[in-house]
Each structure stands twice: as structure tokens, then as C-alpha cells.
């Protein structure tokens, strides 16, 4: 479906071409205040600089041509090519002038001593002026450093062509430079000195043309000082320039009537026979589009249609409107495409076994891949040498990381800063497409595989794992099974950490951002040697070396840690007994002793990452904890606690529903009559919410796309159906998987890399350099960049909050499709889900 979409594409340019491309409306003020005429969407700091993560490439002055987002962070920089971490702009407000429909944006730079506005104007057809004024002329410390950014999305122009005045030039696929040959690491200008610059002077469809009044452009190439950077168009402020100090007129080639062609979205696994089926279409509000789509079967002897049915409307959902295609009463097994508006998607599959391997990859590639402290082998392939052998030093007091992570005055530790911390080089999951640990996200990936294990079998053996030689090799069985290994090596972790401190801790992370932004092998990313503040840098004496480049260890002791690492040495506890029942007995040690510790004294958030939202709190920690040790040692204390923390779960439902419908075979019925009058109301409030898209599934509209959300919220609602079938169905679960697996906004790859017939191969992982893909990891998705536009970028691998891996929301992956293989199962065999299984 994509290769007849670009075709779409392309014959509406080739159309424009021949028709007369400049015709588009002069733009006007939205409620939203944006500008915007059909075809062009300028948007005017609605989303804004992180406090945290600072350029995320979704802030500032951003352009939507065409339907797609190819320019981000018009602002004064202080960088010719900014990184992620240089200084960024604080948003002060935002204001229309209505007589000339300017929308005028404050912003400032407070420890630079800068302030400034940006007033921008429709101005001719589909056209607007920039202009930056200074409430004060430049100090003299930033002249030469201060200047007005545009940034353009690299993959939108690679391969395509550039006229700065009248000398062209080629966008390069790869940085080549020119670099500045001081040292500094500076790119030098792809092109400077002109007053005009067109990019893409061939493609209608992404052509822009800019001029300016006050100074020269400058154009780089900022990838060649970070693999994430932009295009960079600049301009420099004068010294003592004032108002008018940047004046930009940017033309935009709007093509007229242009529409964005309709994206068909479905399950790129497929279905099984007996389950609905319902594929969305996502419209351009001004495409004719079609009331009737047809499902075809795809056989030896070519396409029959074997359904032609209308289209039902499901109304507007951000800037497109919908309609279902429902399908479901086709239950023959096969091989199927849908047909609308005169193209034919790509195919997928009706058959029983269709969701037979949509989680195993995820398992045995995905996860193993992230596993650090070991070395992981694939086959030819090398993920990764073993990795942080020298793992850890102590982080200092009062310290705030440029990652999020906290370090207040006590360190909660019996380590002075800097000094190396034994025993924790091992176990443990690399957090994302970086390198750290986060205890919390440690501790869900126990606990998902336990629970996937307990109620739905993971039985899967394809990975090697030897511990004590640090060695993993994928595609090579052992005999044992892989969730349990992984369990073990999350456990690992968890124990020596409770073995060292007493208490689990925030995590463990590179100290400089040099490191941070490493890319590659794990292996590499430091020497595997203590640090030694005694020797050279370059030295090496036995197993010490003077490279700091050991990780810190953020140590603070958190009620909310504590109780979400209770909770999964406590499922460890049950996985583990028959492998390694030694293991078992000290996880079960460690967590009763972490839960018994918070009980009888407030259970209050504490000041690390661990807890920044509610389901990290620590009252919903201690409720989830609490059931964990309950099914595994049916100790009534536990019980009696979980009872009295009925107000808790009900008052934090959405977040305590899995746990607390999980504890009812050893609860008695006062518990499940709560339990279910909390149920009821839940699913109220979630069906209230639900109407507010057309997919199903609640999607965030937060700085980080949601697939995490939407898998969470899968498998939570199939512990509810099977718990009480009477209150909720399968649809809900099966709903979210259709999500994660394609049928989502903007286009419709499966969410999950290798998983379906069409998936994200761009993802940002370990390997995101190279535009690849781990196999088997959950990217975040769909982010909607505010007010009203949904993103998934295919092609571009460094917007973290749409492509980032991250190993708990895969291993909330692997439940959710567990529980939507289940359900669908019985659906097809007609029979109702079995209750809720006690642990196994």
C-alpha cells in the first residue's frame, strides 16, 4: 500500500505540474493560532523546548508541508549546529495581532541576558515574513554566537538539490563535511553568502524558497557534528541590531488542491478467522473520498474481490476524518488486501495461527539484545562485547543529570563520591537506544514476563545464556526456556543492588554527555576497567585504568523503587523456584524485607525519576507489591494489607486494576464485590474516553508518543474480561493490539520491528546510526505534535519520542500479545476465557 500511495503521491505533483503550481491561499490565523491554508501548516511554538531533554526537534517555528513536518526549531540558537544539549530558548507567551494576522512569540534566553520576539505574517500566496526583534542589542558574548535557526528534515532532501542565489548545490546523504580544520569540530557552511535559497527546486512537493532582508544565509549540514542534527538554514545577528534583526521571507511551493492521499490501516499480522475485523481509513478532509472498499483474495490464479461493502464514517480525529471498512464476516483462511479509492494495500493474512509468532522475537532478540553486562552474539552478528564490567562508581550528592536523573544531599550509601561500588556488574537491561539502567523499568520487565508466563506460557527456548561466562547467543536453544533466563538476569541486577545498599536504587548511567551520546557496540562504550584516580588517562595497570568513564550509580532511597523491586523479586520468586530455587528463596528474602520496610510509615514519593508519574507512585507500588507476595507465599498478612488498601486501589484504578484482579482467587468475596463495583466504574470512564478516537485505545497527546500506554491498557483490560466476562469484552485488548500491529494514525506499519508484513525498520536503537532496526522492539509510535497533527516518522530514526526502544514497554509488548492471542482464541472457539489463573 505505501508503493501505491507514493504513486499517489507522485501523480498528484505530476498533476500540480501541469495545472500550475502557485495558487494557494494566503494564510490565516486558526484558533489554535497557527497559520494555515490548504497544503501548509505553520506552526508557531505550540510545542516548546524540553526543560530536561532541550531540543527534541519538535519546538520553535515548524513547518507541515504537504502533510508531512520537514522543518522544526525556528528560534535564535547560540549555535551555528546546535546538539541536543546546547542552550535553548525558554517560551515566555504567545500572541495574535489581529489586524495583520501576525502571531508573535516571547522568548528568552535568561542566563545570556537575551530576550527577544518573533513576529510572524502571512504574507502573498501560501507565503510569511519572519521577523526577530531584540529588546535589547547583543551582548557583546554573543555576537558572532547568536543568530535566527530553521532546521529541515534531512531525509525529506536527501538526494535532492539546493540554489543558494544561483548556485546549486546537492543535499548529501551522508555528512562529508566541509569541516572547520581548528580542532573544534565546527561544520563549515554546504553553501553561504546569498540573500536566496531554494531547497528542492525539483520537488513540488517539498520545494521552499527563502530570502532575506538583513544579512546572508548560511546553510549546513549539522549531522556532521551529531547523527541527529538537521539541515541548518541561518542567519547571524548584527551587533547591534535591534528590531528588525533577522527578516525572513519564507515561500513554502504549496501545490494547489493538493490532498493527502488515504492511509488504510489494519493488523499487519492479520487476523484470526472469528475475531472482527475493521480496518480505518484515514481522509483528507478535501478527498472525494469513496463510501465503498473492497476486500480482495490474493491467490495463484490473481485477485477475486470477495467483499464490496460501504464505508462507515467514524468521524474527525485531529486534523483527518475516518471510516471503517468492517470485514469481519470473512473467516475463510488466506491471503487478503484491501482495495480503496482505485489502490490495493499490501496483503495480510486470515488464518488460526495469525498471531502465533508476533511475540517471540520480541523475547529472544529484543530483550537479549538490550541484556547487559554480557556479551550477545547473533549468528555472524556481534550485538555486543560484554559490556560495564566496571560498573559502578558512586554519583555526587546535590547532582541533577542531564538524563533526568537526581542525586539530593545523602547518598543513601555506604560509597564516597567516586568511589567504585562492587558487586554490580551484572544482570540487568539497558535501559533504551541508551545505556543505562533504570532500576523501575528493571523491575516491570521481571514482572511482565513473569505474569506473561504465569497466565498465558511463554514457552520458547531460541537464546543461549551462560551467566558466569557473560556470554548470550541468539538462535542457538539451551534447553531452557528464554523467559526464564531473562527473568533471572533481571534478577540479578535487582539482588545486588538489595546485596550492596540495603535498597534498591534510581539507577545506573554514564556520567559525561560525551559517553551518553555513544552509539554502537554496548561493549565499547567503556574500557571494562576500574577507574583509577592515581593513573594517567591513558594508563592501564591490571584490571584499573585512569579513564573515568566507569558509570555512576544514583543511589537515593525511594519508597516507590522499593516496592516496584519487592514486587518483582516476588514474582521472581515463583518463576524461579524449579530452575533455581536458591535464587528464588533470596528473592523472596529481599522482597519481604524491602515491603516490610515501608509499611507502618508514610509510602510518600521521593525526588528520583522513579516517580514522576502515578503509575511509579509509591501507593500504587505498595498495592502491586503487595498482591505479588501475596500469590506467592498466600500469607494472609498480606492479604489483611491488600484489603485495607482497597480506598488506594479505587481511587488509582487504572493504574492498581491489573494487580488487583490478579489477587482475587486468594481474596475473599467482600474484596471482589469492591473490585468489581471499581471494574464497572472503570470501564465507564474508559468508554468515555474512548469515543474521543476512532482506534479504540486511549492515545496520549503528551512529549512522548503512547504505545506503551496502549499495550498496558491491552492487557489490563484482558485481566478484567477474564476476571468479569460479564462487565468486559475481548474488544478492548483486541483493540490495542490491531493498534500497536498497524491499524494507528499517519500510516500503518506495524508499531513492532519485523512483526507483520510491513513494520518499523527505522527504529532508534543501539544501532540508529546505521537506519536499522532491532527485531522485535516496540517503537512509541504516534506522537501528536501539538495542536493537531499525528507523526510517525518512517524514515528518520532520531525522534526518540516516536521510534525510541525501550525494554519494559517491550515487555509490556510481549503480555499484551499474549493476551490478545488469548483472546482471540476464544473467541474463535467460541467459548468464554477462563478465569484468572492463579500462579503456576
Known sequence: MLKAFRALSASVAVCALTIGIAGAQTLTVSPAQTLETRGLSVLVDQNQFSPIFFDEKNAGIQIVLHGDRIATDGAVRLDKTPEQWAPVPAFVDRTVDKASGSVIVRSAYKDQNLSYRVRVTPEGEGGFRIAVDLDQPLPAALVGKAGFNLDFLPSSYFGKTYLMDNGPGLFPRHPTGPMATDGSGDPLPLASGGRSLTLAPEDPLTQIAITSDTGTLSLYDARARAQNGWFVVRSEIAAGAKDNAVVWHVRPNVVKDWVRPPVVSFNQAGY????????????????????????????????????RAPTTPRGRYTRYDYAAFDFSGVRDPGIYAIRYAGHTSNPFRIAPDAYDRIWQTS???????????????????????????????????????????????????PFKAGEHIPGLAVGGFQDAGDYDIQTPENAQVVRDLVWARELYGLDWDQTSVDEAARAVEIRKPDGQEDAIQQIRHGTLQLLAQYKVFGHAIVGIVDPALRQYAHLGDAGSQTDGRLYDPALKPDEVRGDSSGKADDRWAFTTDLPANNLAVAGALAGAARALRASDPAMATEALDAAKVLWTRQQGRPVKSGDGRDDSSSPRSAEVANVVATVELLLTTNDKTYATRLRASLPVIEKNFAWTAAASVRALPAMDAAYRTRIARAVRTFKAKVDGDLIKNPFGVPITEGTWAGSNQVVAFGSTMHLLHTAFPDIVGTSYTLDAIDYVLGRHPANNLSLVSTVGTQSKLIGYGHNRADYSFIPGGLVPGVLIVKPDLPEAKTDWPFLWFENEYTVSTTSAYILAARAAQSAAKGIDQGASTPAVAAPR
Do not use: C
Open 363 to 413: 523475547l529472544d532478540t529484543f530483550i537479549a539484545e538490550q541484556m547487559d553486562h554480557v556479551g550477545i552474539r547473533e549468528q555472524y552478528r556481534v550485538w555486543s562485547a560484554p559490556s560495564h564490567l566496571d560498573d559502578a562508581r558512586q554519583a555526587p550528592a546535590n547532582h541533577v543529570h542531564f538524563d533526568g536523573y537526581r542525586m539530593g544531599p545523602n547518598l543513601d550509601s
Open 272 to 307: 484470526t478467522p472469528g475475531r472482527a475485523k475493521v480496518a480505518l481509513i484515514e481522509l483528507d478532509p478535501n478527498f472525494a473520498a469513496p463510501r465503498e472498499a473492497e476486500l480482495v483474495k490474493l491467490g495463484t490464479d490473481g485477485e477475486h474481490v470477495v467483499l
